[in-house]
């Protein structure tokens, strides 16, 4: 029943911090001396209706109270109106997320399999291993728009083995029912939309999933011979347990904690590492909208697409904490 | 840690294991008497030559970066030459971007912001932590309950997402893309240097001194922040890397210096039309950066093997 007291601890930090999170963009909007009024009704409105839009959305009372009107706001969906696009943000959010999510998810997955390789050849020895990782370190230093750019060039321009921008040939042909266009292809039936959708995918969660690889590769290598040089493996082989045993029931189980968290860590650094990313391949995701909403200067739709990443980001830490104490309950949260 | 001072490279740590598994004649009872894992740390191969041509590379890039202004032949804002010529070209080493400015010199000077915006932030971040880490670790109790509990709240944000919106807030330029930086750096040095602190108060020579009569100030000077600058160097030598990547990646979204005049990120992404028909103009401004993140990384680790046993 412990575990059941950390987890009410950790879920009151994770509401302390997205509240925080909802005060700094909300200071932030007042730094800025952003008006919604000029976003919603535009420069020649006349002064009349300015007053009346200020009255409506409480824009004269202190700031105490405008903030809780903001963060009422937040909790009924309302997070403004973007000025470039004329919708509401939280609608331009809900139909581009989706693609962002798929880029992530792959990338992601992408990214523990490239870690589990880099710990695996390292620790195990694979020949030519050593080679691989060099490459991975050097990979791991460019920045992700490099990465994304060089791809185009060389595996679109030069050798024309993967698509340089967008999500699909013909993108028309799927839109229901997820929004991912990988598993709207399986769901139709459709399974050459599905090979194109991969194919589209592979590049650009490249670019994005080698630095997380490294990084989680690095803690699971240096976790990896830290277990296998323990005392412990040493009784279990002179006990007579062979390798694999040796390594399902003590090796893995024991290297997980570490690794895991940086896991988890990089999930959040995925999503907003991905805005470069979809500005290099032209992917119409949340980080695509985020930055063509910054050099336009849209306050709300920024602001409304870092407080939705920054709550995924949080809470899937929190997650990730929360399942690190119920897995071995000798971590605790410090 | 003793299997690391053991093995200096990886065929001397095969070597090392292989003779004590198979020196004697002793009939194995384990079946797999080599096992496929080996212990020992061969990553840290290197020596102490190695150690101190990293530093000196370290040196010699913030050189560049301080004599920018001289190093560079051309004016990079002006054009110099022919539009989009190669790399390798007659008076442009790396050729020129698509206005005709010649890249070398636009690199050089955007190298310059790059790396110097860098440390700046490394530095102050790492002074900003300091006050808090000390006196968090010294004070304790309450203090340091709060201090820790608001740091905290900092970490979990998405540095770069809440980077982005700070400077966003605070307008175009490069002084506020570093205080935006800035805000969410500090407090991944607060909580590193708290725990050294903390862990320095607990040492004997810390309550012998405080038993001599010295007051808290005196302990904090003398004692406390010496015993605290190997772990301080280490972490900022790290961090400089992935700042270096941080400002390139907001310059890269507009977030940096003014338009005309050159920045690594900013480069890249305002030519990134002349991909299929000049490359290198996009792509030069990319590698830097690269060169940059990777002195900074081998840096780091280079300090660190160097400062490891004065801990």
């Known amino acids: 029943m412990v575990w059941v007291r950390r987890i009410g601890l950790r879920l009151a930090s994770l509401l302390a911090v997205l509240l925080a999170l909802t005060i700094l963009l909300f200071f932030l909007q007042e730094v800025a001396h952003f008006d919604p009024v000029a976003a919603t009704l535009g420069a020649n409105a006349s002064p009349e209706a300015i007053a009346a839009e200020r009255a409506r959305l409480g824009l004269d009372a202190p700031v105490l109270q405008r903030y809780f009107i903001y963060l009422g706001g937040l909790l009924h969906g309302d997070l403004g109106t973007s000025v470039r696009t004329r919708h509401p943000v939280a609608q331009d959010i809900g139909q581009f997320f989706p693609a962002s999510a798929e880029l992530v998810l792959f990338a992601y997955v992408l990214a523990l399999v490239l870690a589990v390789a880099f710990a695996a050849s390292s620790v195990l020895r694979w020949p030519g291993g050593a080679v691989g990782r060099g490459v991975m370190f050097l990979l791991a230093a460019a920045p992700s728009f490099l990465l994304g750019i060089v791809g185009v060039i060389v595996f679109y321009s030069r050798l024309g083995w993967f698509p340089g921008a967008g999500r699909l040939g013909d993108a028309s042909q799927l839109t229901d029912p997820t929004g991912f266009m990988t598993i709207d292809a399986l769901l139709a039936g459709r399974l050459d939309l599905f090979g194109d959708a991969l194919h589209h995918l592979l590049l650009p969660a490249l670019a994005l999933a080698v630095g997380p690889a490294l990084a989680i590769g690095r803690v699971l290598r240096s976790a990896l011979e830290a277990t296998t040089g323990a005392e412990f493996i040493k009784t279990a082989q002179v006990k007579g347990l062979g390798e694999g045993a040796i390594l399902r029931r003590h090796v893995i189980r024991n290297s997980l904690p570490a690794p895991l968290a940086m896991a988890g860590l990089y999930l959040g650094y995925m999503f907003a590492g991905v805005v470069v990313v979809e500005r290099v391949f032209t992917w119409p995701g949340l980080g695509l909208y985020m930055f063509n909403s910054l050099l336009k200067a849209d306050f709300q739709a920024v602001a409304g697409s870092i407080l939705v990443l920054g709550v995924i980001y949080v809470t899937s830490n929190a997650i990730v904490d929360v399942l690190q104490t119920v897995a071995d309950p000798r971590i605790s949260f410090d | ?311």
């Open chain 2, 1 to 311: 840690m003793s299997a690391a001072a053991k093995a200096k490279t990886p065929a001397e740590g095969q070597a090392q294991s292989q003779a004590t598994t198979s020196g004697t004649n002793v009939a194995p009872t384990n079946p797999n008497p080599k096992p496929r894992w080996h212990f020992g740390h061969p990553h840290l191969a290197g020596g102490r030559g190695l150690n101190w041509f990293c530093v000196s590379l370290f040196g010699v890039i913030t050189l560049v970066a301080v004599l920018a202004q001289h190093l560079a032949q051309y004016d990079p804002v002006q054009p110099a030459g022919k539009a989009k010529l190669p790399i390798g070209s007659a008076d442009h080493l790396l050729g020129t971007d698509h206005i005709g400015r010649d890249l070398l010199s636009r690199i050089i000077i955007g190298l310059q912001t790059s790396w110097l915006v860098a440390l700046a932030i490394v530095a102050l971040s790492l002074v900003a932590g300091t006050v808090v880490g000390v006196i968090a670790g010294t004070v304790g109790g309450w203090v340091d309950k709060v201090l820790m509990r608001f740091t905290e709240v900092f970490q979990s944000l998405p540095t770069l997402l809440v980077a982005m919106a700070v400077a966003m807030a605070l307008g175009h330029g490069i002084k506020n893309t570093m205080i935006a930086i800035l805000v969410v750096w500090w407090p991944y040095y607060a909580r590193i240097i708290r725990g050294e602190v903390r862990a320095i108060a607990s040492r004997p020579h810390v309550e012998a001194a405080r038993q001599a009569g010295a007051s808290w100030p005196r302990v904090m000077l003398f004692h406390i922040i010496p015993g605290m600058v190997p772990t301080a160097i280490i972490t900022a030598s790290l961090d400089v890397g992935s700042t270096v990547l941080t400002l390139a990646t907001l310059s890269f979204m507009g977030l940096g210096r003014e338009v005309p005049f050159p920045e690594l990120g900013a480069d890249s992404a305002n030519t990134l039309d002349q991909l299929s028909t000049a490359w290198w103009i996009p792509v030069l401004p990319g590698m830097a950066v690269m060169v940059l993140t990777l002195v900074a990384n081998l840096t780091g680790d280079a300090v660190r093997r160097l400062l490891a046993g004065r801990r």
